[in-house]
């Protein structure tokens, strides 16, 4: 169920504007990349949404560095988590990259 529950993330988010999904969804993992431009444009990006979904709450993403990228790293783990809190929090993570993005 885990993996399924990242693809759905995956899913969600890649279908907005500025959002890229980096990896093959394989496993309970998802490296997401915000923003276009230069690498450290989208560094930039990347760093603010995260710190902005920390601060908004719904769920934790950390960064991490893949492949000379730096990226949202989300790893769906919970036997508690549902397909309802997955699309909580894409939304929660949407919402945040919006706003960075109509402040860039």
């Known amino acids: 169920r885990h993996c399924a529950e990242a ?10 504007p500025g959002v890229t999904v ?6 309970n993992q998802v490296l997401v990349e915000f923003g276009t431009g230069d690498a450290a ?3 930039a990006a990347t760093e603010a ?3 902005g979904v920390q601060a908004e709450g719904t769920l934790f993403a950390a960064g991490s560095g893949w492949h000379g990228h ?3 790293r989300l790893s769906v783990s919970s036997d508690a988590t549902t ?3 997955i699309d909580r ?4 993570i949407i919402a ?3 706003r960075v993005r109509d402040t860039r």
């Open 83 to 85: 397909p309802a809190d």
């Open 70 to 72: 730096w990226v949202m």
């Open 49 to 51: 949404v995260i710190s």
């Open 22 to 27: 980096l990896n093959e969804v394989v496993l």
């Open 89 to 92: 929090s894409a939304d929660a």
């Open 7 to 16: 693809r759905q993330f995956a899913e969600r988010l890649a279908a907005e």
């Open 41 to 43: 444009a989208r560094k």
């Open 96 to 98: 945040v990259w919006r």
